[in-house]
Each structure stands twice: as structure tokens, then as C-alpha cells.
């Protein structure tokens, strides 16, 4: 497969934490080519560095050594403000523990990334009602996180990560804070997303139901 058909590469990769006695290496050596479009997994005991990974492909953070590319944008050699653009342009994150904003509605909440950007609120919250409408979940709008279930929170920071229309979404965790039920309405929800939109989902999980609907998965700590 040509390196065009990669939307993220890492090359030679070594993420290192402290200095000294105190310095902890996560990882190093670390290749790793995710094709356009893929439903993307990866998996490894605590501590292997699975978070860090992410937040190296988001632009989070940096690697000690190594080079990390998204979309053909070495964004390890980004400054900060620059890495913080290319990320609200065409990447989003959904955490495990959901990060709603508890004195905001669903309905801001979803809202929020587009408002941040000072687009038109009308045509914003009508795009944020759509996407809730098609996760199922536009009853709740004007309900606010703590009115609503856990799988139902989770699906709203989907739309939340929707509403940009990223081109990469990453998600760690996903179903780590919701029972069987919830965790397949996500998993089918997922799917669902991929099918009509294309794309590429980076996933950490020990959900294995999750992880057998990736494309791809990577190890760590192996």
C-alpha cells in the first residue's frame, strides 16, 4: 500500500516521561502506518502507553524522538497554536469519562466546538439537533448531563465530536464506563458512522466486541 493511503504515520517513535533516575520510557521504535477509512484498534496491558499514543496522533503531545504525521502534516514539528488548529479542523476526541459541560444543555454541549469557531449559533444549533436526531437521542436536548444515563452521555459526545466533521475521531475507552447494553448501542452507532461518513476511528479498548469490529489492530507492550 502506497504512504498516501495512510492518514496517520509514525516513524521510529519514543515517547519519554521525566529526566535522570526519574525518566520512564513508554515506548520506542514505535512504526505505525493507519490506512484512510479504517476502524482502527489498540490494545495492550496498563501502563503501555495506549493514551499516550493518542494524544501523540492528536497533537496532545510529543514525542521524544521520531516523527508523527497526519494527513502528510508532520505535526510533531507544529508549534502549539499551530497543532491546536490542524486538530480542531480535523480531529476529535471521545474520552471515556465524558467531559460534558454539566451547567450547559445536550444541545450546547454539542454545539460548543462550532460556537468556540464564532459560527452562526441558528445554523449551528439546528446541525447539533440533526446529528443528536441521528444518534437518537434528539429528545434530550434541552436536558442537561446530569438528567441523563451514561450510554446516553457518551452518545452525545459522539455529536459533540461530530459537529466538526473531522475526518479522524479518537476515542479512548469508549465503553470503559458503560454496561453490555450501552456498549453495543455504541459499537452499532460506530459502525453505523463509518458506513456513511468514512471515517477513520482510532480506538483503545479491551472491549471485545470493539475490537472486533476494527479493520486493523495494534499491540503494545508485546
Known sequence: MSLNNFIIRLENVKKVYGKGKEEVEVFSNLNLNIPKGNIFGIIGPSGSGKSTLLNLIGGLDLPTEGKVFVKDVEISLLKEEERSYFRSKFISYVFQFFHLIPELNILENVALPLIIKNKKRKEIFKKAKAILNSLGIG??????????????????????????????????????????????????????????????FVIVTHNENLKNICDNVHHLGE
Open 139 to 200: 429528545e434530550f436536548a434541552k436536558r442537561y448531563p446530569a438528567e441523563i444515563s451514561g450510554g446516553e452521555q457518551q452518545r452525545v459526545c459522539i455529536a459533540r465530536a461530530l459537529i466538526t466533521e473531522p475526518e479522524i475521531i479518537l476515542l479512548d475507552e469508549p465503553t470503559g464506563s458503560l454496561d453490555h447494553k450501552n456498549s453495543e448501542i455504541l459499537i452499532e452507532i460506530i459502525k453505523k458512522i463509518h458506513l456513511e461518513k468514512n471515517i477513520t
